[in-house]
């Protein structure tokens, strides 16, 4: 079974960083492309960056654009989401998630099969 693990969340001022780090425990790690996903409470999970197999090709949603960065390391089967120059609406609920539908959007929510458990992140003004 596939399973992931998040960290790294936390509570922050305006304009701090914090990095996200999400763990798979899957050998095929490096097969994969990967997401972060974030949900605000009452809200729809939404898209937030995502990466490809081999790190060459990443895509963000408007808002994090030069201000987060999403990288991998399949030699540790990590994904991590820098996150820089936070703000009050960054606060939400982080999840890292697996892209397995191979012609599915990589911003949708239904091309992701598996899911971690989420950390928190939240940011004062």
Do not use: H
Not at 46 to 61: K, L
Request: proline share 2%.
């Amino acid at each position: 079974q596939v399973q992931l693990v998040e960290s790294g969340g936390g509570l922050v001022q305006a304009g701090a960083s914090l990095r996200l780090s999400c763990k798979l425990s899957q050998r095929a790690f490096g097969v994969y492309p990967m997401g972060w996903f974030r949900q605000y409470p009452g809200k729809e999970r939404e898209f937030v960056a995502a990466i490809s197999r081999g790190a060459g090709f990443t895509d963000y949603v408007d808002s994090v654009k030069g201000r987060f960065t999403i990288s991998r390391d399949n030699a540790e089967n990590t994904v991590d989401l820098q996150m820089d120059s936070l703000k009050p609406e960054d606060t939400a609920l982080y999840y890292c998630a697996v892209y397995n539908d191979r012609d599915g959007s990589r911003r949708n929510v239904q091309s992701y099969a598996y899911w971690g458990q989420g950390t928190q992140v939240t940011v004062s003004s």
